[in-house]
Nanobody, 119 residues
Framework: QLQASGGGLVQPGGSLRFSCAAK????????IGWFRQAPGKEREVVSC???????TNYANSVKGRVTISKASADTVDLQMSSLKPEDMAVYYC???????????????WGQGTLVTVSS
């Protein structure tokens, strides 16, 4: 089971730190992806990190503004800065057997956490 947290209301240009905590399994055995879904849009990848933490990738839309990291054996963090209105979405973390940018490659999903970007 995964638990995502860290969303909220932030002003344009602000920052947020998301956390994905694993319960009942070891994060090191799985790749963790962060995805987001805005109203009326498809779910899209934000970033992904391998089980070892040695491989990461980022969507072009967030590259340079986002850092994914393994905060602990059971937690993966996503630091997002310079937030824009187009970053507004529900953010999800998910576990899969390998890094991927495709949502269906991830088999275990946490509940979403809402991000609102507004002044």
């Amino acid at each position: 089971q995964l638990q995502a947290s860290g969303g909220g209301l932030v002003q344009p240009g602000g920052s947020l730190r998301f956390s994905c905590a694993a319960k009942g399994f070891t994060l090191g055995d799985y790749a963790i992806g962060w995805f987001r879904q805005a109203p009326g849009k498809e779910r899209e990848v934000v970033s992904c990190i391998s089980g070892s933490g040695g491989s990461t990738n980022y969507a072009n839309s967030v590259k340079g503004r986002v850092t994914i990291s393994k905060a602990s054996a059971d937690t993966v963090d996503l630091q997002m800065s310079s937030l824009k209105p187009e970053d507004m979405a529900v953010y999800y973390c998910a576990a899969g057997v390998q890094t991927s940018t495709i949502a269906r490659d991830f088999t275990s999903w946490g509940q979403g956490t809402l991000v609102t970007v507004s002044s």
